[in-house]
């Protein structure tokens, strides 16, 4: 039986504690630069809708830690019901809500802005019409409802649910599970099919065009943006297939035997706040709108720097 060592946990568990109040900064800054320093495009789109989700998920776990320090600093989780349900039913949702975000939403942008590499026309063609904003609506709802289903499973683990329909919940936690790793799959392939392109169109006399190199230059983006997040997809899946193996076991006495998955589990959920984290940090440094904006910034605070301004960055076609 393979058990994660509990010294592990316990040195991502604090820092999934340290590291909610930078989290919060962080955000704000890449929604501020968002606002004010980034003209509207893809990448844009996109930082802006994580990097809310993420501020809100840092804004719940520091009030939901202060409101147990002072509050209830008696807090008994047996006899505390409804704040227990309440809490938990907002963790879940608001934490699995912007995972879930980030892998539609990582997955559409790089395919956006594959199309916008390779068919220029179609992708302008495409943003005249209200296809990118529905797209990312179908992202949000879909996110939601993976979120929601997470929550089922959650509490058809506990004994007051012990009832639950175990053919529905059989239904929709696996449902839940083959469309993640669905997404997963088509985000690899995108991402593989898209660096070949990029290493090929990058060698040919196309690149010396000047509006393909804008392009290549976005598509570019996009894939460094997204990689150093995807680290982090690894153990997250690893935890989401837990949750729906120790939810769905049969008969119930055989969970208390699931301890590997539970180890898995429990890691997956202390890396989710530095898993965002990442990927908020991952825009400043990604896109050259905001590597820009974020140097302006810099030179405006420090000494002496105080007349250097900057306009607002140029974006790319995209």
């Known amino acids: ?146 979120a929601s289903g997470s929550t089922l499973e959650y509490f058809s683990t506990q004994p007051l649910f012990e009832d639950y329909n175990r053919v529905a919940l059989f239904i929709h936690t696996w449902t839940r599970v083959g469309l993640q790793l669905g997404v997963i799959s088509l985000m690899v392939f995108l991402y593989i099919i898209t660096l070949l392109k990029l290493t090929i169109y990058r060698s040919s006399h196309f690149f010396h065009n000047v509006g393909a190199q804008s392009r290549w230059l976005v598509l570019r983006s996009v894939l460094v943006y997204c990689t150093p997040p995807n680290v982090f997809v690894v153990p997250g899946i690893a935890g989401s297939y837990c949750a729906a193996v120790t939810a769905t076991l049969t008969p119930r006495e055989e969970r208390n035997f699931a301890t590997t998955c539970l180890s898995v589990k429990y890691l997956a959920d202390q890396l989710i706040m530095l898993r965002l984290f990442v990927t908020s940090l991952s825009a400043l440094l990604a896109f050259s709108d905001y590597r820009r904006a974020l140097f302006c910034i810099f030179m405006k605070i420090l000494p002496g720097k105080n007349s250097l301004h900057s306009a607002a960055p140029q974006s790319a076609d995209f």
């Open 1 to 146: 039986m393979f058990l994660i060592p509990y010294g592990i946990i316990k040195v991502f568990d604090q820092i999934d504690i340290y590291i909610q109040y930078p989290a919060v900064l962080l955000n704000l800054l890449v929604i501020f630069i968002s606002f004010w320093r980034v003209k509207p495009s893809l990448p844009r789109t996109y930082c802006l809708n994580i990097s809310i989700m993420s501020l809100i998920c840092a804004l719940f776990t520091i009030a939901n830690d202060i409101t147990k320090r002072t509050l209830f600093k008696h807090y008994n989780e047996d006899h505390d019901t409804i704040y227990t349900v309440t809490v938990v039913v907002l963790e879940i949702m608001l934490m699995q809500s912007t995972l879930n975000l980030y892998l539609f939403q990582a997955t559409l942008t790089i395919f956006l802005a594959y199309v916008g590499f390779t068919k220029p026309v179609l992708y302008k063609r495409m943003a005249k019409t209200r296809a990118f904003p529905y797209a990312f609506i179908i992202a949000h709802a879909l996110s939601w409802i993976l």
